[in-house]
């Protein structure tokens, strides 16, 4: 069982930054994927920006240069670095760890309790 803690949202004027930390209970070592995700008032969560153990990335079109993942193994966290930040990145944003457990298991997927973003006009 991987917990997950979010922080670092908040409240930020349109062209701001702000940084997402999400640290895990366990080491990420073995963790296939983190991610981040996020979901507004009245839509779907939707997938901002993951990244692979080996560190390839993939980022939703809609955020693409202007937003970062990282992660630090050692500290068994993963990072969004947000920068330019428009009013429709308003949403709670929300860290997942993806795990292949075994081929019968398959995914095994945790979610922090999310992080509110607002960002205004």
């Known amino acids: 069982q991987v917990q997950l803690v979010e922080s670092g949202g908040g409240l930020v004027q349109a062209g701001g930054s702000l940084r997402l930390s999400c640290t895990a209970s366990?080491?990420?070592?073995?963790?296939?994927?983190m991610g981040w995700y996020r979901q507004a008032p009245g839509k779907q969560r939707e997938l901002v920006a993951r990244v692979a153990g080996g560190g390839s990335t993939n980022y939703a079109d809609s955020i693409k240069g202007r937003f970062t993942i990282s992660r630090d193994n050692a500290k068994n966290t993963v990072y969004l670095q947000m920068n330019s930040l428009k009013p429709e990145d308003t949403a709670v944003y929300y860290c997942?760890?993806?795990?292949?457990?075994?081929?019968?298991?398959?995914?095994?997927?945790?979610w922090g309790q999310g992080t509110q973003v607002t960002v205004s006009s």
């Open positions: 997942k760890a993806a795990e292949w457990a075994d081929p019968s298991s398959g995914w095994r997927d945790y």
């Open positions: 366990t080491s990420i070592f073995s963790i296939n994927y």
